[in-house]
């Protein structure tokens, strides 16, 4: 792909004022806009023409923002349930797995949907950004962004939770251009934010983004191409877990890029979000009518994080009140937010392997234990063309088939450092 060529293939739109305009760099907002919105991409191609196999999750470069393919990528892969559409009594599920599953032919080495987004965000990185790239995490992205940028070479610094590194494992060493620091024991994924946002504060550094990245959202709208493609047409529910809720708003999007394309039909699937009991602050602000996530005290929600299996749906501010955020997502589609507690979410890991033959991550669990309350609870019909995505799964196939290596910390920070220390002691790393 040439610079002329992917600097001509998209442009950027706010979702504020509709006014349209080209990506100069990194551009995570609209220019001279000072209302907090997201901005979308505008793709020249209204159809979606895939590049075949042999480009993995590239073969969705059409509607990607990229200017540049990396080496090791994998897509996501949908393919009709037999197991547990048959437990449910559902005529057509259809399951998109990303995750590794070699007899699907689902490959993901990090064995989460997380590296749709690695793939992407590294793919808009052309070498004119001159920047490190820093990413906060609380476990699955930063596993994702470490083992893409370990492969390709891109200088990366990783922000993670000290009491989340366990999660940070890999089949291959990461090489000397990715480097993790962390916030230490008692922290959870907001002060891991904190921390990158105080290394940004150099120059030598620029901010992944989240949610503004329209790459990120691009890249995890991928599973919603995967299901649409395969099966012929637009889902009419979407089920999936949420911490930031980023990747139900990725599927929202790229529903309406699908409405445009004309081929797939003009549903909005209803988006069926879910977060694990109790750390719940979606649920409770979409329930109380609220645009606006719902006042939460620190130290309570430290807590209620620590009681949660599924850490990456730990965000206590979430894209959710953003103009194009989750709350405009969920009001466009009329969906709900569901939640399931640790107990239901193992039945349904349980469930799931004997029905379908392959381990669940914890995210993915409470996903799939809320699609057994709405089938329990006639929430969706059982006629009804569902999408399941499995954001992750296979961990303990993977763990099976590889000899691990664990990326060690080089620093480790207290939960309110100081910036002038944050910043000289990561500068110092590369």
């Known amino acids: 792909m040439n610079e002329k060529e992917s600097r001509t293939k998209y442009q950027l739109q706010s979702l504020a004022t509709k006014k349209v305009f080209d990506d100069k760099g990194w551009m995570l907002q609209a220019p001279g806009e000072d209302v907090p919105a997201l901005i979308r991409t505008v793709y020249k191609n209204k159809q979606l023409h895939l590049k075949g196999d042999d480009h993995g999750f590239y073969t969705f470069s059409d509607w990607l923002p990229i ?34 599953w070699p007899e699907k032919n689902a490959m993901m080495k990090t064995c989460s949907f997380k590296e749709t987004e690695a793939y992407a965000v590294c793919g808009r990185m052309d070498e004119s950004l001159n920047k490190i790239l820093v990413v906060a995490s609380a476990g699955n992205t930063a596993r994702a962004f470490a083992r893409v940028c370990s492969d390709n070479n891109i200088p990366l610094l990783l922000c993670v939770p000290e009491d989340n590194i366990h999660v940070l494992w890999f089949d291959e060493e990461i090489r000397d251009n990715v480097k993790l620091v962390v916030s230490r024991k008692g922290s959870d994924y907001f002060d891991a934010i904190h921390l990158s946002n105080l290394a940004c504060k150099s120059d030598k550094f620029v901010a992944e983004g989240g949610a503004k990245n329209v790459a990120r959202r691009d890249g995890m709208g991928t599973t919603v191409l995967s299901a649409a493609t395969t099966i012929g047409r637009i889902p009419d529910y979407y089920f999936q877990a949420v911490g930031s809720g980023t990747g139900a708003i990725a599927a929202w999007e790229a529903n309406l890029r699908l409405i445009e394309d004309g081929r797939f039909g003009n549903n909005k699937m209803k988006l069926m979000v879910s977060q694990n009991y109790p750390f719940i602050p979606i649920h409770d602000a ?34 959710y009140g953003i103009i194009g955020g989750l709350f405009d997502a969920l009001s466009d589609t009329r969906g709900q937010v569901l939640i399931a507690n640790n107990e239901e979410a193992i039945i349904a890991d349980d469930l799931f ?64 450092p100081n910036e002038d220390e944050v910043v000289g002691k990561v500068e110092a790393l590369f």
Do not use: C
């Not at 048959?86 to 995750?99: A, D, Q, W």
């Not at 995210?363 to 019909?381: F, G, I, P, S």
């Open 353 to 416: 392997r004997k029905t379908e033959g392959i381990d669940l991550h914890p995210a993915a669990a409470v996903a799939t234990a809320t699609l057994l309350q709405a089938v329990r609870q006639n929430k969706v019909e059982k006629d009804a063309l569902i999408m399941l995505n499995i954001t992750g799964g296979g961990e303990d196939r993977f763990k099976h088939d590889k000899k691990l290596h664990n990326l060690k910390p080089s620093l480790v920070f207290d939960i309110d």
């Open 67 to 100: 200017h540049r393919t990396l080496k090791g990528s994998s897509p996501p892969v949908t393919f009709k349930s037999k197991g547990l559409a048959n437990e449910l009594g559902l005529e057509k599920l259809y399951i998109t797995f990303s995750g590794y």
């Open 286 to 319: 979409w329930e109380a009518g609220s645009r606006e996530i719902l006042a939460m005290d620190d130290d309570v929600a430290r807590k209620q994080v620590a009681g949660i299996n599924a850490k990456v749906l730990s965000n206590r501010k979430p894209p």
